[in-house]
């Protein structure tokens, strides 16, 4: 898909402003304010010299709570954007809307595993 094709998705988009997440936003919320904490911890842990191990262990949970989050808005993408661009009414646009939908979650993805 070319830039100028971006507009008219951007328009459908726009029909439907509700993002897939918005009926799970306050538990997402809470997740990412318990992870802000998390990180603070390790933050105030770095700050008073605690063991290097102890503060690799906490990383490492902030980490897996980013990607579960991560993982959830993904398949809240699926779910919600490229199902929606699946309803589109005009074949033409359908493929072309589900196909750019389909390549935002992929690039998503290939970010989340780098």
Do not use: W
Not at 10 to 26: R, V
Not at 28 to 50: C, S, T
Not at 54 to 80: F, N, P, R, Y
Request: net charge negative; glycine share 8%; hydrophobic share 40%.
């Amino acid at each position: 898909m070319n830039e100028s094709e971006l507009p008219v998705l951007a328009a459908a988009d726009a029909e439907h402003p509700q993002h897939g997440y918005t009926s799970n936003k306050d538990a997402y919320l809470r997740r990412l304010k318990r992870i802000e904490g998390q990180v603070r911890g390790i933050a105030r842990m770095v700050d008073e010299d605690k063991y290097c191990i102890d503060i690799l262990t906490q990383v490492a949970a902030v980490t897996k709570a980013l990607h579960a989050v991560s993982l959830g808005l993904v398949e809240e993408h699926i779910g919600h954007c490229v199902i929606g661009a699946a309803s589109e009414p005009d074949p033409g646009l359908r493929a072309e809307a589900i196909d750019f939908k389909v390549k935002e979650a992929t690039d998503a993805i290939g970010r989340l595993l780098r």
